[in-house]
């Protein structure tokens, strides 16, 4: 819990640090088309993209304010998982797991795609939002990898992906009839 929280204060430092730089990127731009003393340089400064960049971070620290998703973006780390993995390597109930995964991705922290009746689920790319999730992403990785419960996550996570996806699937399928 401490970890999570120094994380979250990290990336609000990072996010400040960011959004200065964005502000002083926007100021060059508008001094070049002599617009930043005009209504519209004012709006453009003040509307739109500083209340955009504001609900993008919440909805992102927000997202990492849970033990269980950020063990979800670490095992992403390795590459697309189907939500039955990620069931099974987190223990918790579909339904959790999936309304976490959503979190996730409204944050644009995940991507996912559906195949037949699963959804799988990988680290977001390079994309057009305002934050740097790519950015994040890595330094939540480079400050988690050496964890404990994250090495045991991935040490399961091997063996859950050594089953294979189409036996761990049909573990769910029987384990949602009981």
Not at 2 to 12: E, G
Not at 53 to 78: C, G, H, P, Y
Request: glycine share 4%; hydrophobic share 45%; aromatic share 6%.
């Amino acid at each position: 819990m401490f970890l999570l929280i120094i994380i979250n204060k990290i990336i609000i430092l990072y996010f400040y640090i960011w959004r200065i730089n964005e502000i002083n990127k926007i100021s060059i731009i508008l001094n070049k088309l002599n617009i930043h003393n005009n209504k519209i340089g004012r709006t453009i400064m003040s509307k739109g993209n500083s209340i955009d960049i504001i609900k993008e971070f919440v909805a992102i620290t927000k997202a990492l304010s849970d033990i269980n998703r950020v063990r979800a973006i670490m095992a992403l780390r390795k590459g697309e998982l189907c939500v039955c993995q990620i069931i099974e390597l987190l223990g918790l109930a579909p339904s959790t797991v999936s309304k976490h995964m959503l979190i996730l991705k409204q944050a644009k922290l995940v991507d996912s795609r559906k195949d037949g009746r699963w959804v799988y689920y990988k680290l977001a790319k390079k994309q057009d939002n305002k934050i740097h999730v790519e950015k994040l992403v890595n330094l939540i990785v480079s400050m988690l990898e050496n964890d404990e419960q994250i090495i045991a996550d991935d040490t399961k996570l091997e063996k859950i992906m050594s089953i294979g996806i189409k036996i761990i699937c049909e573990h769910q399928r029987e384990g949602c009839k009981h």
